[in-house]
């Protein structure tokens, strides 16, 4: 049965991470800013956002993330100077990125992980649940993730999160749930979570991916729970407490995704990230799928 729940109008973006897997591009760019294609992945993630309804976005950043900042504001010069030049197109563009959502920025002082980042929000989110999204993890906007986590939200109550099936020797790489079904094919409950198992001790192989939807009450653990895995405060570990006991935040749902996801975590997944979005492009992909057929016949 649905149920009346307070709708979801916030999202949170952590990004304040070093980057140190993109060094030494990273050294003085924010990994966040490294284009994909010809525009920085952190401009999807607030697309994605405000595609799902959520106009309100807060970005948790740290030192050296200024570029940030300046990506989402206006640059006036710039303007002019495309003006003057009657580049309409570029104009358009390069206002784009300023024009998409009511963006917000707080410090995490002190990088201790997720969890940490997740709570610098609380001011801002106050009593409200709210979206997470990680700039690592691009979804395809055919693909409407975010806004299926807000509709089972909405249904059930409580938070959701994103999960998807690896293989099970890549299941160390990821927080990991236990699940049982429900009425709905792409949502299962979650009755269990942990952070990067080891395969053999993994209770599935439905890894967590960069999307949750979180009720307001995960501050309240987060203020008490104890660096986890890697010494850092853990979305997963208070995430756990919330499956354990309904009667504080509701249950926690998982929605199983299936759709196309752009990894750019990774360097391998970065470049084919960027690959595989140059083909799909009407102005990039006739040209470039020629050229990489070409390419990869030449090299085989």
Known sequence: MT?????????????????????????????EMLPVVDKPAIQYVVEEAVAAGLGDVLMVTGRNKRPLEDHFDRNYELESALQKKGDAGRLAKVQESSDLAMIHYVRQGDPKGLG??????????????FAVLLGDDLIDPRDPLLQRMIDVQEQYGGSVIALMEVAPEQIHLYGCASVEATDDGDVVKVSGLVEKPDPADAPSNYAIIGRYVLDPHIFDILRTTEPGRGGEIQ??????????????????????????RYDTGDRGDYLRAIVRLACEREDLGPDFRTWLRSYVAEEM
């Open 3 to 31: 149920q009346s729940h307070p709708r979801i109008s916030k999202a949170v973006i952590p990004a304040a991470g070093l980057g140190t897997r993109f060094l030494p591009a990273t050294k003085a760019t924010p990994k």
């Open 235 to 260: 979305i997963t570990d208070a995430l756990q407490q919330l499956a354990e006991d309904e009667k504080v935040g509701g249950p926690v749902h998982g929605v199983v995704f299936k759709g196309r």
């Open 116 to 129: 940490h980042a997740v709570l610098c929000a609380a001011p801002h989110v106050g009593n409200e649940p």
